[in-house]
């Protein structure tokens, strides 16, 4: 897999009827290693070890309903209170990041209400804090640490 934008992590990898399979520490499972879950662990990694967010507040790849229709999101992290703090959405890093990638976010958003947004292909990343009572976002250089 290629280099991303992100500090280097240690992965662990299985090889499985032809295929490569990466441990996810917060589903607690191998997954297979598409572009884009290259990308998403290096972000999840990058959430724990650089931002350091505990693990018991991440949430990866779960359902959630917008208009009669199923998505799913990459990464959420929650505060302690249960509401949402941060979502994330991963692409390959071969998709171009552009309003389209931030208008999914913001669809998501509409249900899950997050603090902060962060949109990544693993090679350019893009932080944004949101602004209900004004109906937008502002970008940030990052999103913040972890406070307790």
């Not at 490569?20 to 724990?48: G, S």
């Not at 249960?82 to 071969?94: M, P, Q, T």
């Not at 931030?102 to 944004?128: K, W």
Request: hydrophobic fraction near 40%; charged fraction near 25%.
């Amino acid at each position: 897999m290629e280099l991303l934008n992100f500090p280097k992590y240690s992965f662990r990898f299985k090889n499985r009827e032809n295929k490569i399979y990466i441990f996810d520490a917060i589903r607690k499972k191998f997954v297979v290693l598409t572009p884009e879950e290259w990308v998403r662990q290096h972000t999840v990694q990058f959430l724990i070890q650089e931002k350091n967010y505990p693990i018991s507040l991440i949430n990866v790849e779960k359902e959630l309903i917008f208009n009669d229709l199923k998505k799913r999101y990459d990464i959420v992290i929650f505060n302690s209170d249960g509401s949402i703090f941060l979502v994330v959405e991963c692409k390959r890093s071969k998709i171009t990041i552009n309003q389209q990638t931030f208008d999914q976010i913001a669809r998501y958003n509409m249900i899950l209400n997050a603090e902060y947004l962060m949109v990544t292909n693993g090679l350019n990343h893009y932080y944004c804090t949101m602004d209900y009572e004004a109906q937008q976002y502002h970008f940030l250089r990052e999103i913040p640490d972890y406070k307790k």
